[in-house]
């Protein structure tokens, strides 16, 4: 176990909807990374939130956006889905200045 | 750019035979490289990582990977394997001017046969 929390497990929903992702981080880690895995593109990186700023972004999509609360959870929010939106979302989290990130068990998100 | 290849999509090997896979990345400087193993329906968990010093690094379940510069190269490798090990592994790299932000290899899948 990570220390890392995920919510939900699994999604299933339809296309032209839009989902919300919830992540919590280990306790005392200060930063979120989200990471999309699909067939397609493979493992990418989305998004880095840092103590509740945007820190560095990468190929996330205009549809889906993220924001960290000041309790330092984490949502990753797809919407307007498109079938090729499914994927295993992973949330992980690092401490300040820490180069290992620790990965949740991953959102599987199916758009039908 | 930053990039990570790992040739072999997938490796068959025998129970209690060893094991190497491959890992090539491109980077200006020396990055932070690690080993991820994801097994069906699970996480990533980290296996090792290096960022400096010795270049052959230890990691958990008995794996261990080697740096070589010159090759651009971060091998994992594994003495003898056990099909408990059947799962997908990936290379990744990150640097601490882009917050550490991992980029993946296309991963390798690891089938063990009795």
């Known amino acids: 176990d990570s220390g890392v929390t995920q919510t939900p497990k699994h999604l299933i929903t339809a296309t032209g909807q839009r989902v919300t992702l919830r992540c919590s981080p280990r306790s005392g880690d200060l930063s979120v990374y989200w990471y999309q895995q699909s067939l397609d593109q493979g493992l990418q990186f989305l998004i880095q939130?840092?103590?509740?700023?945007?820190?560095a972004k990468g190929n996330i999509l205009e549809r889906f956006s993220a924001q960290q609360f000041p309790d330092l959870h984490s949502e990753l929010n797809l919407s307007s889905l498109e079938l090729g939106d499914s994927a295993l979302y992973f949330c992980a989290s690092s401490g300040s200045g820490s180069d290992e990130q620790f990965f949740g068990p991953g959102t599987r998100l199916t758009v039908l | 750019a930053q990039s990570v290849t790992q040739p072999d999509i997938h490796i068959t090997v025998s129970e209690g035979a060893s094991l190497e896979l491959r890992c090539n990345y491109s980077y200006g400087a020396t990055p932070y490289l690690f080993w991820y193993v994801q097994s069906p329906g699970q996480g990533l968990q980290l296996l090792l990582k290096?960022?400096?010093?010795d270049t052959l690094v230890q990691g958990i379940k008995g794996f261990e990977a080697e740096f070589k510069r010159s090759q651009s190269s971060f091998n994992l490798r594994k003495p003898s394997v056990h099909w408990s090990d059947a799962a997908e592994y990936f290379c990744a790299v990150a640097a601490r001017d882009s917050n550490y932000q991992l980029i993946w290899g296309a991963g390798t899948k690891l089938i063990i046969k009795p």
């Open positions: 290096y960022f400096s010093g």
């Open positions: 939130y840092y103590n509740g700023e945007e820190r």
